[in-house]
């Protein structure tokens, strides 16, 4: 059985840190595209960065230099540091896997299998 468990959300102030994990069970995750994403409410969700099966990382613009997606391939954790966090980075933060290579940053769409999500909150 396929699960993503997501965790590590929280409230902070700007300019503070976080990191999000996001435990899989039913597949080993450098098999998959991993990704996270992320919704605020009353818009879409949208990519913030993934892993590929060969290790390589995308990142969305807006989140460049302060955000590093890892994966911890013994304990099949997704990670995601969050630094200096803005308030625009409040949102839903959800993982995501798909069967096939990344290809670059792509839309939530083309995942198929998704967390439950764990919310971040940035104060100002």
């Known amino acids: 059985q396929v699960q993503l468990v997501e965790s590590g959300g929280g409230s902070v102030q700007a300019g503070g840190s976080l990191t999000l994990s996001c435990a899989v069970s039913?597949?080993?995750?450098?098999?998959?595209?991993m990704g996270w994403f992320r919704q605020a409410p009353g818009k879409v969700r949208e990519g913030v960065a993934n892993?590929?099966?060969?290790?390589?990382?995308n990142y969305a613009d807006s989140v460049k230099g302060r955000f590093t997606i890892s994966r911890d391939n013994n304990n099949n954790i997704l990670y995601l540091q969050m630094n200096s966090l803005k308030p625009e980075d409040t949102a839903m933060y959800y993982c995501?896997?798909?069967?096939?290579?990344?290809?670059?940053?792509?839309?939530?769409?083309?995942?198929?299998?998704w967390g439950q999500g764990t919310q971040v909150t940035v104060s100002s």
């Open positions: 892993k590929d099966r060969d290790g390589k990382t």
């Open positions: 995501g896997a798909r069967g096939g290579y990344c290809y670059g940053l792509l839309g939530p769409s083309v995942f198929g299998d």
């Open positions: 039913g597949y080993t995750i450098n098999t998959r595209c």
